[in-house]
């Protein structure tokens, strides 16, 4: 019996395995696919939510309206930096790569890394007692 198998990034297989073995599969497929139509149709999950829009973001019973620490140290941090390191490393995080960001800049990725690693230690020296 062949199987049809597709990998989670779209390349499909197919593999030759004994009639029991391909029964077995076949069936704990169909078994998990029915479990998934009954927990869509029955069961909601606040992990399934989409969460969009500032009023997520926002958690006004607690918040007094000044910056925590830790938004204070970010701030600081970024006011030591210079525009282009700002830059770099919020496209960074976005998760371009410093051979991106470089190509959209005009610049080549080794000044990209160099002024990311400077804005990373400028941050590191401001948060350090964030990080574990």
């Given at each position: 019996?062949?199987?049809?198998?597709?990998?989670?990034?779209?390349?499909?297989?197919?593999?030759?395995?004994?009639?029991?073995?391909?029964?077995?599969?076949?069936?704990?497929?169909?078994?998990e696919r029915?479990?998934?139509?009954?927990?869509?149709?029955?069961?909601?999950?606040?992990?399934?939510?989409?969460?969009?829009?500032?009023?997520?973001?926002?958690?006004?019973?607690?918040?007094?309206?000044?910056?925590?620490?830790?938004?204070?140290?970010?701030?600081?941090?970024?006011?030591?930096?210079?525009?282009?390191?700002?830059?770099?490393?919020?496209?960074?995080?976005?998760?371009?790569?410093?051979?991106?960001?470089?190509?959209?800049?005009?610049?080549?990725?080794?000044?990209?890394?160099?002024?990311?690693?400077?804005?990373?230690?400028?941050?590191?020296?401001?948060?350090?007692?964030?990080?574990?």
């Amino acid at each position: 019996m062949i199987i049809n198998y597709t990998f989670a990034d779209g390349i499909s297989s197919e593999i030759e395995v004994t009639e029991e073995v391909g029964t077995c599969i076949i069936d704990t497929d169909k078994q998990e696919r029915n479990g998934d139509r009954k927990e869509r149709r029955h069961c909601w999950s606040l992990d399934a939510i989409v969460y969009e829009g500032s009023e997520y973001g926002r958690c006004d019973e607690y918040d007094d309206g000044s910056p925590s620490e830790l938004q204070l140290c970010i701030r600081a941090a970024f006011a030591e930096m210079t525009e282009p390191q700002k830059r770099r490393l919020l496209q960074s995080a976005q998760g371009l790569t410093c051979r991106e960001i470089g190509e959209q800049e005009g610049v080549s990725f080794r000044a990209v890394a160099y002024s990311i690693e400077g804005a990373k230690k400028i941050l590191m020296r401001h948060c350090k007692k964030f990080l574990h």
